[in-house]
């Protein structure tokens, strides 16, 4: 074996060793901080409840009850509930729209001028930051994930054609800049994960994903690229290019998708066998 390929072996195995690092050193900040925001989401719900409750003499038990409807678990949800298909809410909404009961709040908000305003206190800090931490925070580890995936392979074409280009006695500025930008061609495949595969076969170094796992991949891909580009509403691109038996069973253009914590660790599942 050459001194070059074995230089090529050392560099796969130390980039391999810094994707494992990543990819743990991640999973275990989003499953530590992913219990704290989900605690933190609690209490804010809570907090608001308590307050609904001071303000219309209900009880707060209640009315946290009530509130959590529009706050799913996150365990094992993909779909994020389409809300005014539950009948509750539905109503409630109608309820809002209607003159008489618009009429009712205006009258209440005048005879009680100082818990009107509490409630506005209320509403403006629900919508300046409603609970919605470990949502987001389960979205930010799939997409660092799909991102550190990605950066693995781009490194471990450039380490090829670097090393392997070395052979050649090339100018070192020049072989490389030129391994970068074959690795970036090489790396971005219109076949997605399968045509990368396909590309280091191309190179006779062989990476082998069971067809499974390829599929599971792109899922995991385009639901990232959903979460980053449409703010995880699923759109058509994402029905097209992820396999029926691999999405969602109630996904459709319009909705939005999430990150459960079911999800993630078996995402983190899927990029440790690859």
Request: hydrophobic share 40%; glycine share 4%; net charge negative.
């Amino acid at each position: 074996m050459t001194t070059h390929h074995q230089n090529l072996d050392q560099y796969f195995h130390q980039v391999w060793q810094v994707f494992i690092a990543n990819m743990g050193s991640l999973r275990l900040f989003s499953e530590q901080i992913s219990q704290v925001a989900d605690q933190l989401d609690r209490k804010q719900v809570q907090e608001m409840a308590e307050s609904f409750a001071y303000i219309f003499g209900d009880d707060p038990l209640e009315v946290e009850k009530e509130l959590l409807e529009f706050l799913p678990s996150l365990d094992d949800l993909d779909i994020y509930p389409n809300f005014l298909e539950i009948t509750n809410i539905r109503e409630a909404f109608q309820a809002f729209q209607d003159n008489a009961f618009q009429q009712r709040v205006l009258e209440w908000s005048r005879d009680n001028i100082n818990k009107s305003q509490k409630l506005l206190v209320v509403l403006a800090d629900y919508l300046a930051q409603p609970p919605a931490n470990g949502i987001l925070l389960r979205r930010s580890a799939l997409v660092s994930l799909v991102g550190f995936l990605d950066v693995l392979f781009e490194a471990l074409f450039y380490g090829y054609y670097f090393y392997v280009g070395l052979e050649t006695g090339s100018d070192i500025k020049k072989l490389k800049e030129k391994a970068r930008k074959e690795a970036q061609k090489a790396n971005r495949s219109r076949k997605g994960w399968a045509g990368r595969v396909e590309n280091f076969s191309k190179l006779d170094i062989q990476i082998k994903i069971p067809t499974p796992l390829i599929e599971e991949l792109t899922e995991i891909t385009n639901r990232r690229n959903v979460i980053v580009h449409s703010n995880g509403i699923v759109d058509e691109k994402y029905m097209e290019y992820v396999d029926k038996a691999y999405r969602p069973a109630d996904a459709a253009a319009g909705k939005m998708i999430v990150v459960s914590t079911k999800y993630l660790l078996r995402a983190f599942y899927v990029f440790r066998t690859v």
